[in-house]
């Protein structure tokens, strides 16, 4: 479940069961269980055994493979043995259920700032849209900015001109095609007859011609089918005539007008350039609209940098908002799964490795040093009185000590002249000394080697 539940940190749970295991109520309680108050008679003795005991309880790690060390020291093996004891029986039983209680409080911290970002989030898409909607015009698309559309703009511009003018020389030369065979029909009048045309009864007079055609090959002259076709046909024709010596008559009536509809060529010209006319007007709108595009963009490009750099703050605002929301509720999954996992697994298990045994010898203090710092002081202290009662009492050894010490003029000096009872009890009072010198340093040297003897040269 790497990677996907929130792993509880183990070297922090028992650093916390530590500093909760060592508190007031837990150390009497271990008091009461190894029977240590039975001495306490006062409440200062009390508060004074829970204060030695507290400080000398430890939980450590071994630092590696999840081992830990509970530890007491004591006046007593035995007392210091029933103290561990009852200390890894309180620590084995002591309940984890603190690690759910924390899971549930991040969890709650967690939904109560997925609430506010959510309102965030809400309020930077807000003003995002709002942005949006005052700059439609300018917003970005397809990934360009302001200058690349007004480059993307001006580009179609220069199409559209191109398309323009193409456009108005296929219409200048369809108008020259037309002129001149309006030309060439005006030359010719006479012959003009020839070339007029009835579309729609053309149209009519083809299918029943075709239909005859098939009524012949089937049926005799006689079949009514047949007769009524033949009078059909003979009726459009004479239409037909009719009309077209109308239109002779026409045309010669008004020989600078001719009917342009009559004549196939003619009206196959007007059609192709009534066409060119049609789209050179579309090509020529288009061209006034990029037209007014480009001064649209180009007047867009002295606010484009601000509204840029709006735009940016506010995708900026987002994104980070958006990021974190999505941390946030990635971290209350593993959290939500990383409880139900707990639920599920015991995932602090602490068992007995090694019992616990008391240490045969003694650890504190350091007796061996101990004797030899009170030497140390003892010889101090003496060094120390003698020099104070030489402050307080002083004797002054020649004439210029006196003079200095009491700037009094100096009369004369009586000389001590020692006879042999006076030397002989100076001597006994050195020898006193050494032999008491020597006796203490023996009586130490054998102390301490009897005390090594004892210990095994331990502490």
């Known amino acids: 479940m790497s990677g996907l539940a929130a792993q509880p940190n183990i070297e922090q749970q028992v650093n916390m069961l530590s500093r909760t295991l060592i508190s007031r109520p837990t150390v009497e309680k271990l008091i009461r269980m190894a029977d240590l108050d039975l001495g306490a008679k006062s409440k200062a003795e009390q508060d004074k055994l829970i204060t030695q005991v507290t400080d000398s309880l430890s939980i450590r790690s071994t630092g590696r493979d999840n081992l830990y060390t509970l530890a007491y020291q004591g006046e007593s093996p035995e007392k210091a043995l029933r103290v561990v004891q009852?200390?890894?029986?309180?620590?084995?039983?002591?309940?984890?259920?603190?690690?759910?209680?924390?899971?549930?409080?991040?969890?709650?911290?967690?939904?109560?700032?997925?609430?506010?970002?959510?309102?965030?989030?809400?309020?930077?898409?807000?003003?995002?849209?709002?942005?949006?909607?005052?700059?439609?015009?300018?917003?970005?698309?397809?990934?360009?900015?302001?200058?690349?559309?007004?480059?993307?703009?001006?580009?179609?511009?220069?199409?559209?001109?191109?398309?323009?003018?193409?456009?108005?020389?296929?219409?200048?030369?369809?108008?020259?095609?037309?002129?001149?065979?309006?030309?060439?029909?005006?030359?010719?009048?006479?012959?003009?007859?020839?070339?007029?045309?009835?579309?729609?009864?053309?149209?009519?007079?083809?299918?029943?011609?075709?239909?005859?055609?098939?009524?012949?090959?089937?049926?005799?002259?006689?079949?009514?089918?047949?007769?009524?076709?033949?009078?059909?046909?003979?009726?459009?024709?004479?239409?037909?005539?009719?009309?077209?010596?109308?239109?002779?008559?026409?045309?010669?009536?008004?020989?600078?007008?001719?009917?342009?509809?009559?004549?196939?060529?003619?009206?196959?010209?007007?059609?192709?350039?009534?066409?060119?006319?049609?789209?050179?007007?579309?090509?020529?709108?288009?061209?006034?609209?990029?037209?007014?595009?480009?001064?649209?963009?180009?007047?867009?490009?002295?606010?484009?940098?601000?509204?840029?750099?709006?735009?940016?703050?506010?995708?900026?605002?987002?994104?980070?908002n958006r990021k974190n929301y999505e941390d946030l509720v990635a971290r209350r999954e593993s959290i939500t799964m990383g409880g139900e996992l707990e639920s599920a697994s015991s995932l602090a298990d602490f068992r007995v490795i090694d019992p616990p045994r008391a240490n045969p010898k003694a650890v504190a203090p350091n007796r061996v040093l101990l004797l030899s710092a009170g030497l140390m002081a003892a010889l101090a202290a003496g060094l120390g009185v003698a020099f104070l009662m030489s402050q307080i009492r002083p004797v002054f050894f020649d004439a210029n000590s006196l003079r200095a010490a009491t700037e009094l003029p100096l009369l004369g000096v009586v000389t001590l002249v020692k006879n042999d009872v006076v030397k002989r009890r100076e001597a006994r009072s050195l020898y006193r000394f050494l032999a008491s010198v020597v006796v203490l340093v023996v009586v130490f040297l054998v102390g301490m080697a009897y005390l090594a003897y004892q210990t095994g040269f331990g502490r």
């Open 86 to 320: 009852s200390l890894m029986t309180v620590f084995v039983e002591s309940s984890l259920g603190s690690t759910k209680s924390d899971s549930d409080s991040a969890r709650r911290f967690i939904e109560e700032q997925i609430k506010n970002y959510e309102a965030r989030l809400t309020e930077a898409e807000t003003r995002l849209k709002e942005f949006r909607l005052r700059n439609l015009d300018i917003q970005s698309q397809g990934g360009l900015d302001t200058a690349g559309r007004l480059g993307e703009v001006t580009n179609t511009l220069n199409q559209a001109k191109l398309d323009l003018r193409e456009a108005e020389s296929a219409r200048d030369v369809a108008r020259r095609q037309l002129d001149a065979a309006r030309a060439a029909q005006r030359a010719s009048p006479a012959q003009g007859g020839s070339s007029f045309a009835t579309p729609e009864l053309d149209a009519r007079i083809d299918p029943l011609k075709r239909n005859l055609d098939g009524l012949l090959q089937r049926y005799t002259e006689q079949h009514p089918d047949v007769i009524n076709t033949r009078r059909l046909i003979k009726e459009l024709e004479e239409q037909k005539r009719k009309e077209v010596e109308e239109m002779q008559k026409a045309a010669a009536a008004n020989p600078g007008q001719p009917v342009l509809e009559t004549n196939p060529a003619l009206y196959e010209l007007s059609r192709i350039s009534s066409a060119a006319e049609v789209q050179v007007a579309s090509l020529r709108a288009r061209v006034a609209e990029y037209e007014s595009r480009v001064n649209r963009a180009r007047e867009s490009m002295k606010v484009a940098p601000q509204i840029e750099a709006e735009q940016a703050q506010l995708n900026r605002d987002y994104e980070i």
